[in-house]
């Protein structure tokens, strides 16, 4: 599993502006001190807490020292590194996401951890914290901010959207590096005045998703019965803001085809109802091995 950043000159981010940063040698290996803010983490399951996980994992195994800063309800520590429970409330528009206000106890923490590299995976407030407490003074500290959010998407138009605006662009335009996940995110962080932007590109476990991973009964639990059928697959989390529900015109001008439904999520029942007659199965939460044989279906022969 492989993943890097490219930067963007239209985003205010030039090719050898990355000179400044450490390379890591077969010879002479480096060793970083990172520490993470992230407002998404276990037990919740989505895009953020896989590409946070993935990402400690790959630290860890590299033989870097991770610290976590994450919302309270999560493990205490990830692949050895420990994760420093934040007291958190669930967010008002969005109950299965929490809110960390920022505490002071988190730059004794980083005081401790000290020196080299410095990131958060943001959506609310904790992520603040990071510039509260990694100061960009400091010139042994990068801020790269990790940017994948639609929090103001979610506000819709209106006073709490031009607000949440105003807060990420300050916060953004005192990182060194700001990391996003897509290019349309870049696009839009770009339209609100936020720069020196780069792209995280996405990586793909290339061993648990092989080919070698397809299955005949899988995919006849995916098409309800019906594996000759031409077979469609969402996989990702049941919510509003992810526009299943628009699959159903997808199968009414596609009759002989049948729509798998992998994930969950707070609106699970309500499309349960508006896909009720129609041919999808929803299969619900998977992981592991059986999510890998799920994922790959449309492409199995």
Same mark, same amino acid.
């Given at each position: ?6 930067? +963007? ?8 502006? =990355?000179? #400044?940063? !450490?390379? %890591?040698? *077969?010879?002479?290996? /480096? ?90 995976? +943001? ?8 510039? =509260?407490? #990694?100061? !960009?003074? %400091?010139? *042994?500290?990068?801020? /790269? ?100 529900? =628009?699959?159903?015109?997808?199968? %009414? ?49």
């Amino acid at each position: 599993m492989t993943a890097g950043w490219r930067a +963007s000159e239209k985003f205010g981010v030039k090719e050898r502006s =990355t000179a #400044g940063y !450490p390379k %890591r040698s *077969d010879k002479e290996p /480096l060793r970083m001190k990172i520490a993470i803010v992230t407002e998404t983490f276990l037990p919740k399951i989505d895009g953020i807490v896989t590409m946070v996980t993935k990402t400690v994992e790959t630290l860890k195994a590299l033989g870097d020292e991770v610290l976590i800063f994450a919302p309270s309800g999560g493990p205490e520590e990830l692949f050895g590194a420990q994760v420093v429970s934040l007291p958190s409330i669930p967010f008002p528009f969005y109950p299965e996401l929490r809110i960390a206000a920022p505490r002071a106890s988190m730059r004794k923490h980083l005081e401790r951890f000290v020196r080299m590299s410095f990131t958060y995976s +943001s959506r609310r407030c904790s992520g603040l914290a990071g510039f =509260t407490t #990694g100061s !960009p003074s %400091r010139p *042994d500290r990068d801020l /790269l901010p990790h940017e994948s959010s639609r929090l103001p998407a979610l506000l819709q138009a209106g006073l709490f959207c031009g607000s949440t605006w105003k807060l990420m662009r300050a916060r953004h335009l005192r990182a060194d590096l700001n990391l996003c996940t897509s290019t349309p995110m870049m696009e839009e962080l770009h339209s609100h005045g936020i720069d020196r932007l780069a792209l995280w590109e996405r990586a793909v476990d290339a061993q648990r998703f092989h080919p070698s991973k397809c299955s005949a009964a899988m995919r006849n639990t995916l098409s309800a019965g019906e594996p000759q059928k031409p077979l469609l697959l969402y996989v990702g989390r049941l919510s509003a803001e992810k526009d299943i529900a =628009t699959l159903r015109e997808v199968l %009414r001008a596609m009759p002989e085809t049948r729509l798998a439904i992998v994930g969950d999520g707070p609106t699970r029942h309500e499309l349960e109802r508006h896909f009720r007659g129609t041919a999808v199965h929803f299969a619900g939460y998977m992981s592991g091995e059986a999510l890998a044989a799920a994922t790959l279906q449309p492409t199995c022969s």
